[in-house]
């Protein structure tokens, strides 16, 4: 998964990087993803992760992003991500999937089906590439950047796609922490039906709690359990891209597993969660790692966007994210009005 959007390159065989070349990247990454921690809490709405973008992105179009800190920041948008994801599954038994039932299953299920071929299928008819669309539709349906950055591997998106990619889920993702705790008197949503919402339409975990909290603890238990079981989906959803990748293309895809092994890992800390064995202390201690890991490697994530490229890709990528948001909140209320509430 070569996430480096300046100098990505799709080669046989990558230059590997030492030890020695990442350490100013890796400091650069430090730093960035304590500014985001310092922001998100001086500035309550936005979640340490949205930050952390949003510093990166700072970081890549003021010059700071310079020959000798890219390795580092590639390093942290690749390996230190798919750490963080593994670390994810911890938040999620099969105990606390079971609990929620057959019907916010069902809203889960199709607000991810409808939204991950959805989208692919508006992205086509606004003339957008295939890559593109998949990525957007991706972090939309599933859990945001990090969704956009297991997928990237499979497709043959340059670095201004992916960039939109991850910038259009976090613009509408923070966006969402305002609009829905808003709606949700109007549309006539009680706890767990709002919960239940926000759970199956908002993007990555951290923007779900932010939404849900204003809900109040109910509201909050709910989203986060029906969140981790929209992004259990994530494994399912790469491996299908990877076989559908490999029929499509033939021997070039046959290097691209079908299971990589960051999202096996992350089913592998769903099942030892299940299984019980680890403290509540540790799974407490754990999941605050997984925090930073993925803030550090949205900090070099969001170092890839630079506001120049993405002006050349036009409006309709803004278009696509708009409709893609519109679908996801869409058909998740529908489910939620139809088999929750």
């Not at 993803?33 to 309550?44: E, H, Q």
């Not at 963080?84 to 199709?110: E, H």
């Not at 999202?263 to 030892?272: K, N, Q, R």
Request: charged share 10%; aromatic share 4%; proline share 4%.
């Amino acid at each position: 998964m070569a996430i480096h959007f300046q100098s990505r390159a799709r080669s046989s065989s990558p230059q590997v990087q030492g030890p020695a070349q990442i350490v100013p990247g890796l400091l650069l990454v430090v730093a960035g993803t304590a500014l985001a921690s310092a922001i998100s809490t001086t500035v309550g709405p936005l979640s340490t992760l949205v930050c952390a973008v949003l510093v990166g992105a700072v970081f890549g179009n003021f010059g700071l992003v310079t020959p000798s800190t890219a390795p580092g920041l590639s390093f942290a948008a690749k390996r230190i991500l798919r750490l963080g994801v593994v670390l994810l599954g911890l938040r999620l038994s099969l105990g606390d999937v079971l609990d929620l039932g057959g019907a916010a299953l069902t809203v889960v299920a199709m607000t991810v089906t409808a939204t991950f071929f959805g989208t692919q299928w508006i992205g086509r008819k606004l003339g957008l590439s295939r890559d593109l669309s998949l990525l957007i539709a991706t972090g939309f349906s599933i859990c945001g950047a990090s969704a956009i950055a297991a997928v990237e591997s499979s497709t043959e998106a340059d670095e201004e796609e992916v960039a939109a990619a991850i910038g259009l889920v976090t613009l509408f993702g923070s966006l969402a922490i305002v609009v829905l705790p808003l709606l949700a008197g109007p549309l006539g949503l009680g706890d767990v039906g709002f919960g239940t919402w926000v759970g199956a339409s908002v993007h990555d975990v951290a923007q779900v709690v932010a939404t849900a909290s204003a809900g109040g603890s109910t509201v909050l238990a709910v989203a986060i359990v029906v969140k981790l079981t929209r992004v259990a989906l994530l494994a399912p959803i790469v491996a299908g891209v990877n076989l559908n990748r490999r029929a499509s293309s033939g021997s070039t895809a046959q290097s691209t597993p079908i299971l990589p092994l960051f999202v096996a890992g992350f089913l592998v800390m769903i099942v030892v969660r299940t299984s019980g064995i680890l403290s509540d202390g540790i799974i407490a201690d754990a999941q605050a790692v997984e925090g930073w890991l993925l803030a550090a490697a949205l900090v070099g994530l969001g170092s890839g966007v630079r506001v120049q490229k993405l002006r050349k890709l036009g409006p309709r990528p803004l278009v696509l994210g708009a409709l893609a948001w519109v679908v996801v909140a869409a058909v998740s209320y529908l489910g939620v009005m139809l088999a929750v509430q």
